[in-house]
């Protein structure tokens, strides 16, 4: 009965140690915000279209950065660089004239 207990107590240990070094669940990564360069098309009803992607984003309420300033949509020429900032939800944050 002696060297039961111990026999005992090391296989609990092993099992505990067996199981404990198994597999560990992993998890999707977290999606980060991403940005576009293009050029830029149009600005019409709150969404900006550009080329090179052709793409269209939802920019309501926000105002493009011009020179490191706010500036305006109408300041923004047809075929200028743009850079579009989404955040993780691809909701547009930032629009840049480069």
């Known amino acids: ?5 111990p026999l005992l107590l090391l296989g609990g240990f092993l099992a ?5 070094c198994g597999p560990t669940p992993t998890t999707a990564p977290e999606k ?3 940005t576009v360069d293009a050029k830029f098309s149009e600005y019409k009803d709150d969404k900006l ?7 269209s984003f939802d920019v ?6 011009i020179d490191a300033k706010e500036g ?7 075929g200028d660089k743009v850079t579009v900032t ?3 939800d691809d ?4 629009v840049e004239k480069k």
């Not at 309501?60 to 950065?65: D, Q, V």
């Open 60 to 65: 309501k309420g926000i105002k493009p950065m």
């Open 32 to 34: 980060k915000g991403s």
């Open 1 to 5: 009965m002696k060297k039961l207990i």
């Open 91 to 94: 909701k547009v944050t930032k």
């Open 16 to 20: 505990a140690v067996v199981i404990g």
């Open 86 to 88: 989404l955040d993780k």
């Open 72 to 78: 305006k949509w109408d300041d923004i020429k047809t």
């Open 49 to 55: 279209t550009t080329k090179d992607p052709d793409k």
